[in-house]
């Protein structure tokens, strides 16, 4: 496995190949102080960096090779190697296999866990290279086209679909209009949701979940529309569900006792596998008043 340890912040690095300068890192800083999240983030909102800049600068930080996707062929062998939903929901792609290492491009190269799941399902050493996210959502849509479609297919017929929705909306922020409002009726249990955050494994507690989406509480600040590849843990021992939940509204929670704050977030599936669905979908039968 290559070396991670980080020589260099990545503001440093940007400023050193002349992308920002040391105001535009001072005014981006002063914004993550406020609000958290990722400082690459900001700069690629603001317009001033772009996402491969991003790339090429923590490629040379933890020290992963960069691999652009757009000229690169692979292989219905290779492709086949990594199921397509775990593919889909942690964003990444293989590339190649010499022997029993696997080649594998990913955009958010310090998940660990992730890394650890793919040698598993893999059997095979894992080699990461890092892409940027529009590279791999590109070459996925690219290669796997209509089995996309297959995965996302829902479970519900009309009659279970009636069960489960109601005129009650997920997302209740006022004034709130967008494509992801939902009308589904949620179920409110206490659940727990894990995911990877900036390098690190996150846990945090659901406070209700819908066919549509999940809001939950947790000690980490999510910026809005942050995609996060999370489990749902539907039964204390049973397996997670997979999904990923794209962030819409986050509220600071009162802590009573305790120094640090708590945040509560919600957000929609952005991604859910049909397997999942058949899971989560009697749950909702099950558990909905």
């Known amino acids: 496995m290559l070396s991670r340890n980080a020589k260099k912040k990545i503001g440093e690095l940007l400023i050193e190949r ?19 999240g990722y400082i690459s983030q900001y700069l690629i909102n603001m317009g001033v960096v772009t996402d491969v800049d991003v790339a090429m600068c923590l490629s040379e930080q933890y020290n992963f090779p960069y691999l652009s996707l757009k000229n690169y062929t692979i292989s219905a062998e290779i492709l086949g190697s990594i199921p397509l939903k775990w593919i889909k929901i942690y964003t990444l792609i293989p590339v190649n296999k010499t022997g029993n290492i696997l080649s594998v491009a990913m955009a958010d190269p310090l998940n660990e866990g992730v890394i650890q799941m793919l040698q598993q399902i893999t059997s095979c050493e894992i080699q990461v290279f890092i892409s940027t996210y529009s590279e791999i959502d590109d070459a996925i849509n690219k290669y796997y086209g209509e089995k996309l479609k297959d995965l996302r297919e829902g479970y519900l017929d009309a009659q279970d679909l009636g069960k489960i929705k109601t005129a009650i909306e997920f997302i209740q922020t006022a004034g709130y209009s967008g494509r992801e409002r939902r009308e589904y009726a949620r179920v409110s249990k206490e659940l727990d949701i894990s995911f990877y955050y900036q390098g690190k494994e996150v846990w945090g507690k659901i406070k209700d979940i819908s066919y549509g989406g999940v809001s939950f509480t947790s000690e980490t600040f999510m910026p809005l ?64 008043t």
């Not at 995609?227 to 929670?253: F, H, M, S, W």
């Not at 640090?260 to 929609?268: F, P, Q």
């Not at 952005?270 to 669905?277: L, N, V, W």
């Open 18 to 36: 002349g992308l920002i300068t040391p105001e535009q890192l001072k005014l981006v800083l002063a914004e993550q102080k406020k609000k958290g």
């Open 225 to 288: 529309d942050t995609n996060l590849a999370c489990k749902v843990y539907l039964e204390k021992d049973g397996p997670p569900i997979n999904v990923v939940v794209n962030i819409l509204r986050v509220q600071t929670k009162e802590k009573q006792g305790k120094a640090r704050k708590l945040y509560e977030i919600a957000g929609y599936f952005g991604f859910i596998s049909r397997e999942d669905r058949i899971v989560l979908v009697p749950f909702l039968q099950k558990n909905i």
